[in-house]
């Protein structure tokens, strides 16, 4: 009888050496400049609020991340909360990287939470505990039906008010992320914030619960407007924290560096 191989060996401590860290898989933007400054893209399974006030691209910038991950082959879904599906389509029509088969073909799905709301009996200005872990369910069960990779909400903001208490909000994001996460589905959360500043969120729990924050805002300088990006903390990753000026342009959100920034460790 053979004697079986040798186990490997662990590097032994003498050497000095930590053990290489953990190389987490990516979801990809499509956006070259987000891509660039995240090493590759948005850990998978994230989950990340989109954080800015009207006009800023929060939604484009969602929508564009949807559209590269369908083109990837990767099932996308838009829970929509403030806006038509209909007319979100119509705006995005305005976009050369837009292609209307993405939808006609099931790769990019659009659902208006409204509806489902509806359908669920969830007429409540306050949802209850239980109607809460029936939203829960009905979005864990789409993503896990449909075969989803990356989840859009518009806005997390909304739903929250529906929701109101932080105990609460806080324990429908922690169940929310773990169950996207276990089926790999990486999310982006629409914030609708005020110029609060260090404030990302509705109640202010809701950036402490995700794994990254990315900032839109509008700055002035010498009489114009910018729209600015920053990443304020991205989990497992590291990242720039210097701002980029962002372009809403036919063929997608284009980045310049705004402000010079060195890497740091994602939080």
């Known amino acids: ?6 186990a490997p060996r662990e590097t032994p401590a003498a050497d000095g050496l930590l053990p290489p860290a953990t190389v987490l898989e990516r979801c990809p933007a499509g956006i070259e400049g987000l891509d660039s400054i995240l090493e590759g893209g948005i850990p998978r399974g994230n989950m990340v609020l989109v954080a800015g006030s009207v006009g800023t691209g929060k ?9 590269r ?6 099932r996308s879904l838009f829970l929509s909360v403030t806006e038509a599906s209909r007319k ?23 659902v208006d939470l409204p509806t ?9 200005e306050e949802m209850t505990s239980e109607e809460i872990g029936i ?21 997390l903001t909304s739903v929250c008010y529906r929701i109101r208490r932080e105990e609460q909000i806080r324990d429908f994001m922690l169940r929310l992320g773990q169950e996207l996460n276990e089926l790999g589905c990486t ?21 402490a619960i995700v794994d990254g924050v990315i900032l839109l805002s509008n ?14 903390k991205m989990r497992g990753t590291a990242h720039s924290h210097a701002q980029f000026v962002i372009q809403l342009t036919p063929i997608g959100l284009l980045m310049a560096p705004h402000l010079k920034g060195g890497r740091e460790g994602g939080g």
């Open 187 to 207: 999310s982006l959360l629409v914030s609708e914030i005020g110029p609060t500043p260090g404030r990302y969120s509705l109640h202010g729990v809701e950036e």
């Open 116 to 124: 489902v709301y509806d359908r669920l009996g969830l007429g409540r």
């Open 88 to 110: 979100l389509m119509q705006n995005l029509s305005t976009f050369e990287f837009f292609h209307k088969d993405l939808v006609d073909q099931g790769s990019l799905v659009f």
């Open 69 to 74: 991950g369908a083109e990837r082959g990767e």
């Open 1 to 6: 009888m053979e004697s079986p191989p040798p």
């Open 59 to 67: 939604t484009t910038l969602c929508l564009e991340f949807l559209v």
């Open 219 to 232: 700055v002035h300088r010498m009489g114009d407007i910018l729209r600015v990006l920053q990443i304020i």
């Open 135 to 155: 939203l829960l369910r009905t979005i864990r069960d789409l993503v896990k039906s449909l075969g989803v990779r990356r989840l859009v909400l518009d806005s």
